[in-house]
C-alpha cells in the first residue's frame, strides 16, 4: 500500500483501488475524526445527500453507497457514532444497521435482482477495511459468474457514470417502503 498527500492506492490481491484525498490519518480513539467520511458527510445539508451518495437516514445509522464499489450496487450501512469496534455499538445501534441491511437489500431484490449478496464488516487494515476507524457494514450483490470482478475496477469512471443511476433507482425503491 502507497500512501501520500492525496490519499491512498491500496493494493491487495490484484485489486488497485484509489482512495479519495478526503481520508486522514486517525489520531484518537475516542476524538471524532473531521476527516472520516462516515462523519462529515452525514453532517453535511440533506439537500447534498444525492452527491454525497446518502440513500437513507435512520436515527441511529444510515445508508451510503460506496464511491469504489466492487461491483454496482454496492451499498454500506453505518453508525451514525465513530467507533471501528463493533462492540462499542448499543444494542438500537446495532440493530439499526442490521434493520437498515434488511430494508436496502430488500430495496436491491426489487431493482437489480442479484442472486446473492456478500454482507459483513471488515474490521481492521489487515481484514481489508479501508476507513478504519468507523465501522460499516458493506452490502456487496452477487451474480452467478461475477466472481471475477476485479476488471471492474479498472473501469472505475465507468462505474462512477452509472452510480447516480443506481442511486436514483434504490432511493425510489426505498421510499416505496416506507420508513424502517
Ligand atoms: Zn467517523
Redesign the pocket.
Known sequence: MVENARGYVMQETGIKRIWAPWRMRYIDGTH??KG?I??TKPEEDISKDRENLILYRGKKAFIIMNLFPYTNGHVMVTPYK?TGNIEELDNEEILEVMRLTQFVVKAMKSIINPEGFNIGFNIGRPAGAGVV??VHMHIVPRWVGDTNFMPLLAETKVISEHIFDTYDKLKKALSEQGEL
Open positions: 471524532q475524526d472520516c462516515f462523519c465513530h476507524d468507523h
